[in-house]
Structures are given as structure tokens and as C-alpha cells.
């Protein structure tokens, strides 16, 4: 099962960005769906996640106000919002798939199934 993150790219700070998370082989609008985000030397964080509705939404401390998760299950996709970005948001963002569709978990190991990764960086 292979998920394909994109939408990533420079952006200056304050500016927003939207990502996208699709599966090629895999009916994604049965799972729930989580957002995580790794910098350089940093470990592996939790950004947002949402039910295989999208009834029910999660969100790391950092991302509450400034990012929304949504699907669109008509067209497998989940998206990610990133507004009044930061240079701290700068990471590589990965989208990842629960086999529990009510899970918001903010665990990776909740997660069987994930993509490679879409680079994101905010310029000061």
C-alpha cells in the first residue's frame, strides 16, 4: 500500500500552503488519515488527523489554529491547510493510514500505512 504526499514547496513566511494525500491501491476513504511532519534532527511529530467521515478532527498543540485537515472521499483525498506558516513549520510532511477508521491517534505506530514525504520550507 503506497500513499503519495504532495503540495509541498517554498513558501515565505506567513504564507500558506495545502497538501494532499492520495493511495494508489488503497480505498483511502476507509481510513482514518494523520498528518506528521519530521525536521532535521528532530523526531517524527504529530500534525492532525481525521476520521474516515472527516466527523472528527485532532490537532498537534502547534496546529490548531493555523492548519485544518479535511477529506474529500469522493476523490480519496485528504488535504492538509497550512496557514500563517513559520520557519519552524519547515519539515518534511507525511501523511500515514490507520486500520481503525475512528482513530485520531497522534502515535506513529498507530499508523500500518504511509507515504514518502513532501518537503516543506517556510523562508524567514
Known amino acids: 500500500v503506497q500513499l503519495q504526499a504532495s503540495g509541498g514547496g517554498l513558501v515565505q513566511t506567513g504564507g500558506s500552503l495545502r497538501l494532499s494525500c492520495a493511495a494508489s491501491?488503497?480505498?483511502?476513504?476507509?481510513?482514518?488519515v494523520g498528518w506528521f511532519r519530521q525536521a532535521p534532527g528532530k523526531e517524527r511529530e504529530f500534525v492532525a488527523a481525521?476520521?474516515?467521515?472527516?466527523?472528527?478532527?485532532e490537532y498537534g498543540p502547534f496546529a490548531k489554529v493555523r492548519f485544518r485537515i479535511s477529506r474529500d472521499n469522493a476523490v480519496k483525498t485528504v488535504s492538509l491547510h497550512m496557514t500563517k506558516m513559520k520557519p519552524e513549520d519547515t519539515a518534511i510532511y507525511y501523511c500515514?493510514?490507520?486500520?481503525?477508521?475512528?482513530?485520531?491517534?497522534?502515535?506513529?505506530?498507530?499508523?500500518?500505512?504511509w507515504g514518502q514525504g513532501t518537503l516543506v520550507t517556510v523562508s524567514s
Open positions: 500515514a493510514a490507520s486500520n481503525h477508521p475512528y482513530s485520531r491517534s497522534s502515535s506513529p505506530s498507530d499508523y500500518a500505512y
Open positions: 491501491d488503497l480505498s483511502l476513504s476507509s481510513y482514518a
Open positions: 481525521i476520521t474516515w467521515s472527516g466527523t472528527m478532527t
